[in-house]
């Protein structure tokens, strides 16, 4: 099932800068006056980060009045224009194919810039308008969706194993102290979810999107319920069915290749971890309703989604190159699920800082195992996965991107708890 | 300050039914078959909740295929016609004046009315597009606001002493169990919102809408906080002045008599609790504003307001006679606060079945003592409060109307804890 080698994120020209070009200058013609002034422009428009600007000649264009933090190299003309026209989205794809480089702690680079440019454009402003119309994602229909999520999640259960933790959990943590392992911390984010939910043993449980199978092969080990769980992932499913079999769980859990707006039935508890950034806005109330049909009155619902403190779109790269058709949410968007069907929203946590902590440990040992994702892909993805994963540290950390599990019930359900004391009982 | 004694709430007519139209029937002549049709129609119309229906004759006009949970009767053919205008509002103010009662549990009753009428009106449709404009609510600029507050805050520091807790704490209690009193009950919420803002001695608060005081004081005894506590009822800020006198507070508590719109200054901590359901949707973007400028980066805000599971105006009747200007908001109507300034929603914890059981105990504590409220103001008066409280009990019972804490932080504050487990470690 490997795609175009050179190709697998879409990336334009075959991906990479020939080495020739990466040496830069000839075929671009010496930096001009011009040159210098975009440059220049471009960094004191976007918030004037701590970051120092060098163009392919080498020269310094643009110094930061702060201490720099990163030097960020544009290698050419065509990397320079494309800022201009989009920022957030050709220095994806500059980075990825090496026309832009950064030298320093990337991470920090990208902190630095997230908080100079988050705060400059207020709500409701033309310029936001025009960039939320240009940035609208891709559809989400159920053909879309199937498109969508295989070119990610279908990359090869191979490239997931080298980076995650052993079981495949591709969602935020939760980190009950700093100095847990991610392994430590996405068991405990399991269970987390399971104690939200308050699963009693021989209830039924809907799974949307499950991932390569972990929470529900985890719900039905420790909590004894039966688990129906959806995904249009092929690659994730087949390796999920094979977990359920090796487990010794094909009894209780049963994985389905299909889209959450088939599921049927009725459970105890419907659960979504991490497919709502890729339902799409038009398609909330659908989701709504699907839950309004499946969950039992007396049942329990939890959705964890990427959400935003604001509505706006995605980052424009990362809804293109990675995640297409993505969107995350802002809790009055996420609203729109459950505000037609009279829900009653019982409890939201906001986990922000453990989605830093959860890609800091997927990147360091990204880090540690490129030569092989290079070997497996080519050195252009291995820069964009860099630089997607670094960037969702640094979103999550400089607060343009939260976390949000949403605990909900049937308006008309008095068995829901008195406190959440439950969550925090040690076990 | 009495106002005119038999028109506290601004009913009708001086208020009461004379005994003479009590025993109806010669002034209004005798029972025709249309009164009956239409009697029926209005019951069917509105769900077909299982309450008998009897007209002033005393013969029953509509009987339940379910066995009723209790009897309403109408008095005279005003009752019923006000019925099939707004039978929301006019059942309030014919229950008042006399010309409705109940035989049987008056919560009871409610409730049963509450979960017949609730679901019925799906949204988005026309008829609730011009229910929601008949029953827009009062303004609430800073003029308007000040009379929405007399209206209800100043009937006089005495009478809420004659059935509130022995601190005067007029919002939701937190019952960590459900034989706690409502004095345990509401110490426990107050520590419950002091534990969420994680105060800490020598900090500096700003209590926006203070009610008598109690919450402030509470935090300057017990976490050795300075407080700024803002309330526009007079009434109040004097018994909250002479109390942080009598407990020897008042170096550390200030109790401001004016406006939220008017809050200056810098704080560690931004609390609200029952005062949002006042503020007007329309003001809802400038309280974030004021919030904004006023709480300090590293700062913690909450909110704990009565709301809704989506966006619907207050009952028309509670909205005219006793909280004039309120609304109780939907969370997506609540992130107008927050979405514009891009504030972090940390935490939202629904309290509904906890404000069941406060109103029931407020209304126990009401029934003992009618008498004297009779005497200090009516019957009128009396009959008003007791639907009122009944009416929240319902409201509460059946999903009509929740109550939520929201904790916020500013954005880029990374000081935000990692769990909620403090909230929940013994002290």
Redo the contacts between chains.
């Keep these: 099932m490997k795609r175009n080698e050179s190709n697998w994120l879409g990336l334009p020209g075959g991906g990479e800068l020939s080495s020739s070009e990466t040496q830069g200058s000839a075929s671009e013609g010496p930096v001009t006056a011009t040159d210098r002034w975009i440059a220049n422009r471009l960094m004191t428009l976007n918030g004037s980060a701590p970051v120092s600007l060098a163009l392919w000649d080498g020269e310094t264009a643009y110094e930061p009045d702060a201490s720099p933090v990163a030097k960020v190299i544009l290698r050419d003309r065509r990397a320079l224009y494309g800022l201009l026209l989009s920022p957030h989205f050709y220095f994806g794809d500059s980075y990825s194919t090496g026309r832009i480089e950064v030298e320093g702690d990337l991470v920090e680079c990208l902190k630095a810039t997230y908080?100079a440019v988050?705060?400059k454009t207020p709500?409701?402003s033309v310029k936001r308008e025009i960039r939320n119309w240009l940035h609208r994602p891709r559809g989400t229909g159920i053909e879309s969706a199937r498109d969508n999520i295989h070119h990610h999640y279908d990359l090869g259960n191979e490239f997931y194993r080298l980076w995650l933790d052993d079981r495949l959990v591709y969602t935020c943590a939760?980190?009950?102290?700093?100095d847990a392992t991610l392994e430590q911390a996405q068991n405990a984010k399991l269970h987390h979810v399971c104690r939200k939910l308050q699963l009693k043993p021989g209830q039924e449980v809907v799974e949307a999107g499950c991932g390569w199978g972990t929470l529900a092969l985890h719900m039905a080990r420790h909590y004894g319920v039966r688990v129906w769980a959806f995904n249009i992932s092929s690659e994730q499913i087949r390796y999920a069915r094979e977990q359920a079999r090796a487990q010794g769980l094909e009894d209780q859990v049963e994985f389905v290749e299909d889209d959450y707006r088939n599921i049927g039935g009725q459970c105890d508890a419907f659960v979504s971890v991490g497919m709502l950034e890729h339902v799409g806005l038009e398609n909330y109330e659908a989701l709504g309703a699907v839950i309004r049909r499946t969950l039992k009155i007396g049942g329990r619902g939890l959705i964890h989604s990427i959400g935003r403190?604001?509505?706006a779109p995605n980052n424009p790269w990362i809804e293109r190159r990675i995640f297409p058709g993505s969107r995350p949410p802002?809790?009055?968007e996420m609203?729109?699920i459950?505000?037609?069907y009279?829900?009653?929203?019982?409890?939201?946590?906001?986990l922000?800082?453990?989605y830093e902590r959860t890609c800091s440990d997927w990147l360091k040992r990204f880090d540690q195992v490129e030569d092989q994702v290079e070997q497996m892909y080519d050195a252009a993805f291995v820069r964009a996965w860099r630089l997607y994963l670094a960037g969702s540290i640094a979103a999550f950390?400089?607060?343009?991107l939260?976390l949000?599990q949403v605990v909900f019930a049937?308006?008309?359900?008095?068995t829901?708890p008195?406190?959440?004391?439950h969550?925090?009982a040690d076990t």
Tied chains: 1, 2.
């Design positions: 908080r988050e705060p709500p409701g939760y980190y009950e102290s700093l403190n604001r509505p802002s809790l009055s609203m729109r459950f505000e037609p009279s829900f009653s929203i019982l409890d939201v946590e906001n922000r800082l453990h950390a400089t607060g343009s939260q949000f049937h308006a008309e359900d008095n829901v008195l406190t959440r004391r969550v925090y």
